[in-house]
């Protein structure tokens, strides 16, 4: 018992340093692979109606999930018997790499949004450019500079 109180507390030297990083590292869940994800329908079928999707996707940019289920009531795609098997075959689409989820943060909360062009492909910059104006402090020269003489 000794062991875990200096480890969990202060002071726990090298043994408290791995054992903050065992817990850290068991405590994440793991990555689900979405290239095992079944579409729940033949091959065939699933191949047509991720056709109809990367259509609706591309046609109208980045969506959410909500939004493609609208675009694709509208779109009157055949095959898909609910949201929750839309949201699947996204799923699916995306173990293929035929479609991409980007996260994008709207106030205190995440939109996730599916697209099939990577921020890179798009031109978009990745890190926002800030345009800073830099305030000068006096316009005589430092200490310790020369004058030069013209």
Wanted: proline fraction near 4%; charged fraction near 25%; include cysteine.
């Amino acid at each position: 018992m000794q062991f875990f109180r200096a480890a969990s507390g202060g002071g726990g030297g090298v043994a408290g340093g791995w054992m903050a990083n065992a817990v850290r590292h068991f405590s994440r869940k793991r990555a689900e692979d979405v290239r095992r994800i079944n579409p729940k329908v033949p091959k065939e079928e699933a191949v047509e109606i991720s056709k109809g999707l990367l259509q609706i996707v591309n046609d109208h940019g980045p969506l959410t999930v909500s939004d493609t289920w609208n675009r694709v009531k509208d779109a009157g795609i055949s095959g898909l018997n609910s949201k929750t098997h839309m949201k699947l075959l996204l799923k699916w689409m995306r173990g293929r790499r035929m479609l991409k989820l980007s996260c994008g943060h709207v106030g205190n909360s995440k939109k996730f949004f599916y697209s099939t062009k990577t921020e890179e492909d798009s031109g978009v910059p990745t890190v926002p450019v800030l345009t800073t104006v830099k305030k000068s402090g006096s316009l005589s020269p430092k200490k310790g500079a020369k004058k030069i003489k013209q």
